[in-house]
């Protein structure tokens, strides 16, 4: 018989008011169903922290941003300056480039606020350049995430073209002759090039609406947009789970790391202030954009050495190396290839391959899998070595652009650099695509040889006449697993012209996907087979239990060598089994699991 005993009305306490309160939200917004993302697991590797740098400089940037907002002047109504930089007292500028003087010499840390804006925005495109080559050569682009290199492909370019916005509104002289170029661009474009100009800076150039107009853009419509890509963005990451590199342990149905809550988010928010204070220590120390020494903005004058921010210094080399060319067609309308083949087909051809990559390659591979596992880069030599040559031909056009420095600074000629580029711009990527490509291969050679021999231990052993010796011993476990778990994909096989003398309607389309997947898979090191591991490890532990000759060759009996290298007959015993660190039981364990 039980009894139910009641507490009196009397003892009964009510719930602390940060309970009710939690209560309440959760009611309302449903906040405890979310406490799953508090143990969301993330894997932890080095090249991760591209993408981390690029968010909390952009952070910086919308705060910094903010701040001078509240002190610049979007104006191109002239006013003659008269504040306490003596150089350009009398001067005429715009109200634009004068607020822009009076925030650097007369706002209370604004000069710093500017410089850490200015290096906030050159970090954050490097990060993100970064964070681009890293997914592309580790294939974290495939399957289920083409969509999201494609929204951080368009967050890539937003940010370039956030920059170059940014940039040109001091309205310096410097600023307006990168505006003046842009201009120029617009023009070459065939049949709207000349309706664009107009619409772009309200009438003839310069005018005085592209400031107000691109101060818009800058402050609102671009950052809006970056800011809820970045949201989508992160979004499918949570919901795609992260990638990880090959290990113990790994699969492509788990993730093995660090739960969110605490350990990443303590580790994310200390690398924040990191960021943060060397991003301020750049904006102390080092300065950048001076543009009281390079004076308003004239259309009839420009500074000897004018070079832009460094990501739009591929465009300026591909401008000064291309040929002035022009051709005029019936009719009397002149196209001129000097500047649209350059500043016009050349980056969206670029683009174009960098944005629809993952595409092109699973069409051309056929792969239909998803992966969350990546790729080491040497693993896939022609990808790797076409994403090194596409960095190579960006290098050339960026030291291109700077031609006129290099020739000051080396003494050479102006013409020599023009012509090495020109020459550069064909042979650099194709001797770095060749160059990347062979290294690949011998990495994959050297992984072979480490698995099958043992790693180099540093210990030299002396024969008994005399020859010294290098001990070699297995490699770790893990290490083993994670070089023998590299997956070979194979090339698709040729079609057939026909079929029971019926023509093939797809043979061409099907050729040339045969030719290319070739070329991207075709020649690779094969992994060692079951029984050259079994023999290789049979060695490996004879040696490690110290059998085996002392020369390294092996005895007559068959035991290994101290150095790892096969026995007298080349043939391991029977009963020998093949150790290579498999990955262990992950039954009842849960997709994302933390590292302990």
């Given at each position: 018989m039980s009894t139910i005993e009641e507490a009196a009305p009397s003892g009964r306490t009510e719930a602390p008011k940060g309970e009710?309160?939690?209560?309440?939200?959760?009611?309302?917004?449903?906040?405890?169903?979310?406490?799953?993302?508090?143990?969301?697991?993330f894997p932890e590797h080095w090249s991760f922290m591209f993408g981390e740098i690029a968010l909390y400089s952009f952070i910086i940037l919308i705060l910094t941003g903010t701040w001078l907002t509240l002190f610049f002047d979007p104006s191109m109504a002239e006013t003659v300056y008269n504040g306490p930089y003596v150089p350009l007292q009398g001067i005429p500028m715009s109200q634009a480039y004068a607020s822009t003087v009076e925030i650097s010499f007369e706002v209370r840390g604004g000069l710093f606020i500017r410089q850490l804006h200015h290096w906030s925005a050159l970090i954050m495109i490097a990060a993100l350049c970064a964070h681009t080559l890293r997914h592309f050569l580790t294939g974290a682009f495939r399957k289920p995430r083409e969509v999201n290199w494609l929204i951080g492909f368009v967050i890539l370019v937003l940010v370039i073209l956030e920059g170059f916005v940014g940039y040109s509104l001091p309205d310096d002289?410097?600023?307006?002759?990168?505006?003046?170029?842009?201009?120029?661009?617009?023009?070459?474009?065939?049949?709207?090039?000349?309706?664009?100009?107009?619409?772009?800076?309200?009438g003839e150039y310069p005018g005085t609406d592209i400031v107000p107009r691109f101060y818009g853009l800058h402050i609102l419509l671009?950052?809006?947009?970056?800011?809820?890509?970045?949201?989508?963005?992160?979004?499918?990451?949570?919901?795609?789970?992260?990638?990880?590199?090959?290990?113990?342990?790994?699969?492509?149905?788990?993730?093995?790391?660090?739960?969110?809550?605490?350990?990443?988010?303590?580790?994310?928010g200390g690398f924040f202030f990191l960021v943060s204070g060397v991003l301020a220590l750049l904006a102390g120390i080092a300065q950048i954009n001076p543009v009281w020494t390079y004076g308003p903005y004239r259309s009839d004058q420009i500074s000897q050495g004018s070079?832009?921010?460094?990501?739009?210094?591929?465009?300026?080399?591909?401008?000064?190396?291309?040929?002035?060319?022009?051709?005029?067609?019936?009719?009397?309308?002149?196209?001129?290839?000097?500047?649209?083949?350059?500043?016009v087909i050349l980056p969206t051809v670029m683009m174009l391959v960098l944005g629809l990559w993952p595409f092109l390659e699973a069409w051309i591979t056929g792969d239909k899998e998803e992966h969350h596992l990546l790729d080491r880069p040497r693993d896939h030599p022609a990808r790797t070595a076409f994403g090194c040559a596409f960095v190579a031909l960006y290098l050339v056009l960026l030291?291109?652009?700077?031609?006129?420095?290099?020739?000051?600074?080396?003494?050479?000629?102006?013409?020599?650099?023009?012509?090495?580029?020109?020459?550069?711009?064909?042979?650099?990527?194709?001797?770095?695509y060749v160059i990347t490509r062979r290294i690949c291969l011998g990495l994959q050679l050297r992984d072979r040889d480490k698995l099958l021999h043992g790693r180099e231990t540093g210990k030299i052993k002396r024969l008994p006449h005399g020859e010294f010796v290098e001990v070699h011993a297995r490699l770790d476990r893990g290490q083993e697993y994670m070089l023998l778990s590299r997956q070979i994909p194979e090339p698709l096989p040729a079609p057939a012209a026909e079929h029971d003398g019926v023509s093939n309607p797809q043979a061409r389309k099907q050729m040339?996907?045969?030719?290319?997947?070739?070329?991207?898979?075709?020649?690779?090191?094969?992994?060692?087979?079951?029984q050259e591991m079994r023999q290789a490890l049979e060695h490996l532990d004879h040696a490690a239990g110290g059998h085996g000759s002392a020369n390294g060759h092996g005895s007559a009996n068959g035991h290994g060598s101290?150095?790892?290298?096969?026995?007298?007959?080349?043939?391991?015993?029977?009963?020998?089994?093949?150790?290579?660190?498999?990955?262990?039981?992950?039954?009842?364990?849960?997709?994302d699991q933390e590292q302990h």
């Open positions: 009710r309160v939690a209560d309440w939200a959760d009611g309302r917004l449903g906040i405890y169903n979310f406490g799953f993302l508090a143990r969301k697991v002289l410097l600023s307006g002759t990168g505006l003046r170029i842009a201009e120029g661009v617009t023009l070459a474009i065939p049949v709207v090039g000349t309706y664009a100009t107009l619409f772009l800076f309200g671009i950052p809006g947009i970056m800011l809820a890509l970045t949201v989508i963005h992160l979004i499918l990451v949570f919901y795609h789970k992260h990638t990880q590199f090959r290990g113990p342990g790994r699969t492509e149905n788990n993730v093995v790391g660090q739960p969110l809550m605490p350990h990443y988010t303590a580790k994310a070079q832009p921010d460094w990501y739009m210094g591929f465009l300026e080399g591909s401008l000064r190396a291309m040929p002035a060319w022009e051709w005029t067609v019936p009719g009397g309308y002149t196209v001129s290839f000097g500047v649209l083949i350059p500043a030291f291109g652009g700077a031609n006129d420095i290099l020739a000051e600074r080396f003494h050479l000629s102006l013409n020599q650099i023009t012509w090495a580029v020109r020459i550069g711009f064909f042979l650099v990527p194709a001797l770095t040339l996907r045969h030719r290319l997947s070739h070329w991207l898979h075709a020649g690779q090191v094969p992994k060692p087979t079951p101290a150095n790892g290298h096969g026995s007298a007959n080349g043939h391991g015993s029977s009963q020998g089994q093949l150790e290579t660190g498999r990955q262990p039981s992950l039954h009842g364990r849960e997709p």
